[in-house]
């Protein structure tokens, strides 16, 4: 069942493959280029769908997924900003064409297995780009934050889009808009491409798939996200759990490697989250007596992604003062502010909300002098846009997701059981970054959701009713078995 590199080069040819690699790419570029790789997509895979004569299939969560964006269509009826909901609900109903794509090609282990490489290897591209931002900008004293701002300066002149640019001082966004962005895309599937390194036999691109495992870990170091970093610290110990009484001297290697190599900086900005909520606190146990101002150096964003403005710091000199004076303490002082007036603006229409798309949820926080793009938490902004019924259907294609994962890591040590694991280390990650940022804001980070949860339907029958073997995680208990 291994895919090696010959044989993904022989199907380079079929219409299957060819769509789910222009699918893959799409993290690769700009926002607005997304949706013109997956036009072509849909026509590939529409042409392989009629040479196997089989109709397009919807499965559990991809009926989840309609009613969701059926519910956000309503919303649009009373949205402030009508115009601008209705491109939000086209949006996510254009990249449903995404679901139906990888979840009808994904017919066997050996299909799933070519778009998990085209995964693993789009992933290592955008952590080497960030990776090669972050050493450019350190040692040029200059702010390479955006592979791709010099075509945005272009395109977005000639787009009606209100816009903002935060500054981010020695953060890497590689080809995203901003850093954390990046982040939330690189440990979404950050999973799955642990998955294809361990759990298959792979002579021919072992190495290859090693570097871009580092190169997809590195590129979350160097984006400098704390939430990222919580996400990662999970990752790391489940896998440290799982397998430290079968690769005792491997993960000792791993851990010993990681503190002796891990930059300071790095460090640092991690241990920032302590003195950060020291400040949070003091403002809390403020804020009921002092009158809130506005704050155009708070939290601000584009309009594909929010972030952290600057304010004035003390002369620094290290990587690790640089980026924490600037950004630190007051990402969470203005997240606190956020989270209280979101609360107060879900009080007053908690069931339905204010209709879909962050516009709403921004002219909401202006209006309170906050200059912030959305809630910074996935819970309060689908409580925003579409109410308590948004968040019931979002909740219930979460249950989904992990209801799967348990189903899959039941099936005891095979590919199903490690699939599983990747599905839940997903769902971990896309909620602790939730509790931070909204992880569905732009187009590539909803895009890369829907093909995750296409990838997730199609886990079960391949993985569990096949019931697939798994032949290298632990070679010793196969010859064994034998």
């Not at 299909?111 to 350190?138: E, H, K, N, P, W």
């Not at 977005?156 to 954390?180: I, K």
């Not at 219930?396 to 699939?419: D, E, N, P, S």
Request: glycine residues 8%; positive net charge; contains cysteine.
């Amino acid at each position: 069942m291994s895919t090696s590199l010959t044989q993904f080069r022989l199907n380079l040819k079929e219409p299957w493959l060819q769509a789910l690699i222009l699918i893959a790419i799409i993290p690769l570029f700009p926002e607005y280029i997304s949706f013109l790789l997956a036009v072509p997509a849909v026509f590939l895979a529409w042409k392989d769908i009629r040479q196997r004569r089989e109709r397009v299939k919807i499965g559990f969560i991809g009926k989840l997924l309609l009613v969701y964006i059926g519910y956000m269509l309503i919303t649009v009826t009373y949205s402030n900003n009508k115009l601008y909901s209705l491109a939000m609900v086209g949006m996510w109903a254009f990249f449903y064409l995404v679901y139906l794509l990888v979840s009808n090609l994904l017919t066997d282990a050996d299909r799933c297995d070519s778009f998990l490489l085209c995964i693993t290897t789009v992933a290592g591209a955008v952590g080497l780009i960030a990776c090669c931002q972050y050493r450019i900008g350190y040692f040029t004293d200059s702010n390479l934050i955006q592979a791709w701002g010099w075509l945005d300066s272009i395109v977005f002149e000639w787009l009606p889009l209100r816009l903002e640019n935060p500054t981010y001082v020695l953060r890497s966004g590689s080809t995203f808009n901003n850093p954390n962005i990046l982040a939330e895309y690189l440990m979404t599937v950050a999973p799955f491409v642990v998955y294809f390194n361990f759990c298959e036999r792979r002579k021919d691109i072992r190495i290859f798939c090693r570097v871009c495992l580092l190169l997809t870990l590195c590129g979350v170091l160097f984006s400098f996200s704390r939430g990222g970093y919580l996400a990662l610290i999970v990752l790391c110990v489940a896998l440290i759990v799982l397998n430290i009484r079968h690769r005792f001297a491997a993960v000792s290697m791993y851990l010993i490697s990681a503190f002796i190599l891990v930059p300071d900086e790095i460090v640092k900005r991690l241990l920032s989250i302590i003195p950060g909520l020291k400040v949070g606190g003091k403002f809390l146990n403020s804020v009921t007596s002092t009158p809130s101002t506005g704050n155009n150096g708070g939290t601000g964003g584009t309009s594909v992604g929010g972030g952290t403005g600057s304010t004035s710091s003390p002369t620094v000199t290290t990587p690790a003062e640089i980026i924490n004076n600037s950004t630190a303490d007051l990402a969470i002082n203005e997240r606190l502010r956020i989270w209280l007036e979101c609360l107060k603006r879900i009080g007053e229409r908690p069931l339905f909300g204010y209709g879909v798309g962050t516009q709403n949820t921004w002219d909401m926080l202006e209006e309170s002098g906050i200059n912030s793009v959305h809630a910074h938490n996935l819970v309060l902004q689908l409580l925003l846009e579409g109410g308590i019924v948004a968040l019931a259907i979002m909740g219930v294609i979460g249950f989904t997701v992990v209801r799967y994962a348990v189903q899959l890591m039941r099936a005891g040590r095979t590919r199903a059981f490690w699939m599983g694991f990747a599905v839940l280390m997903f769902a971990s990650s896309f909620v602790l970054h939730g509790l931070v940022d909204y992880p569905l804001l732009t187009p590539k980070l909803v895009c890369n959701f829907i093909m995750i949860l296409a990838i997730i339907e199609r886990a079960l029958p391949l993985y569990i009713d096949k019931g697939i073997p798994l032949k290298i995680a632990y070679p010793h208990k196969a010859k064994k078995a034998k």
